[in-house]
T-cell receptor, first 111, second 113 residues
Framework: QQQVKQSPQSLIVQKGGIPIINCAYE??????FPWYQQFPGKGPALLIA?????SEKKEGRFTISFNKSAKQFSLHIMDSQPGDSATYFC??????????FGRGTSLIVHP | GAVVSQHPSRVICKSGTSVKIECRSL??????MFWYRQFPKQSLMLMAT?????????EQGVEKDKFLINHASLTLSTLTVTSAHPEDSSFYIC?????????FGNGTRLTVT
C-alpha cells in the first residue's frame, strides 16, 4: 500500500484551542483527501474532504489546508470543544488505488 | 449523505463457531467494499477488497479460507469468520465507495469465548 504519514500520534489541547493534524502522501495519483472522525466503539465518520485543485476548504469549525507541491494536507479544528475528543484519520484516495489511511491522531480537548 | 449499515454491532460466539457480518449500502450502489480490522487504539488494517460479482482480493497475511467474503449484490457484502478463535476477537469495520467518498459502517465488535 502507498503510505500516508500522519502526525502527531496524540494531541491534547484546552477548550477553544486550535489543534492541527498533519498528513503527507507519496503517490501523486491520489486525488481525493478526506478526514475521518472516530469515537470509541464506532466506525469512522467522514468529516471533511478536499481535492488537489483547491488549497483550502472550510466546513463549520473544520478546515483542510492542502499543499499540492509539498504533498501535504492538514486538518485544523477551530474553537475546539470537549466533544471533539476523538481519533482522527486522514486518507488518500484516487483511481484504482486502494484507499490509504494515516495511523490516526488521538485528540483530547480539556474543558 | 450516504449511509452504510453494518450488522450486528456486537456478537459473542464460542470457539469453533462461525459468525457472519453484513455490510449494506443503503442509498447508493457500491461496486467495491472494503473490510477492515481495528485493534484497540490502532489504525484501520485492511483485510480485503470486495468487488461485486467477483472474488475478493485479500491482503497479505489474511487467511481467505478463514475470512470468507461475499459481495453478491451492489448493496451487500458479507464477512464470515469461520471456526472462530479467541484471537479473532476484534473490531471489524466495512466501508463502501460512493464515487470518491468512502463511507464506513459502525463496526462489529466480535468476542470469541
Amino acid at each position: 500500500q502507498q503510505q500516508v504519514k500522519q502526525s502527531p500520534q496524540s494531541l491534547i489541547v484546552q477548550k477553544g484551542g486550535i489543534p492541527i493534524i498533519n498528513c503527507a502522501y507519496e503517490n501523486t495519483a491520489f486525488d481525493y483527501f478526506p478526514w475521518y472522525q472516530q469515537f470509541p466503539g464506532k466506525g469512522p465518520a467522514l468529516l471533511i474532504a478536499i481535492r488537489p485543485d483547491v488549497s483550502e476548504k472550510k466546513e463549520g469549525r473544520f478546515t483542510i489546508s492542502f499543499n499540492k507541491s509539498a504533498k501535504q494536507f492538514s486538518l485544523h479544528i477551530m474553537d475546539s470543544q470537549p466533544g471533539d475528543s476523538a481519533t482522527y484519520f486522514c486518507a488518500a484516495l484516487g483511481g484504482s488505488y486502494i484507499p490509504t489511511f494515516g495511523r490516526g491522531t488521538s485528540l483530547i480537548v480539556h474543558p | 449523505g450516504a449511509v452504510v449499515s453494518q450488522h450486528p454491532s456486537r456478537v459473542i460466539c464460542k470457539s469453533g463457531t462461525s459468525v457472519k457480518i453484513e455490510c449494506r449500502s443503503l442509498d447508493f450502489q457500491a461496486t467495491t467494499m472494503f473490510w477492515y480490522r481495528q485493534f484497540p487504539k490502532q489504525s484501520l488494517m485492511l483485510m480485503a477488497t470486495s468487488n461485486e460479482g467477483s472474488k475478493a482480493t485479500y491482503e497479505q497475511g489474511v487467511e481467505k479460507d478463514k475470512f470468507l467474503i461475499n459481495h453478491a449484490s451492489l448493496t451487500l457484502s458479507t464477512l464470515t469468520v469461520t471456526s472462530a478463535h479467541p484471537e479473532d476477537s476484534s473490531f471489524y469495520i466495512c466501508s463502501a465507495r460512493d464515487g470518491s467518498p468512502l463511507h464506513f459502517g459502525n463496526g462489529t465488535r466480535l468476542t470469541v469465548t
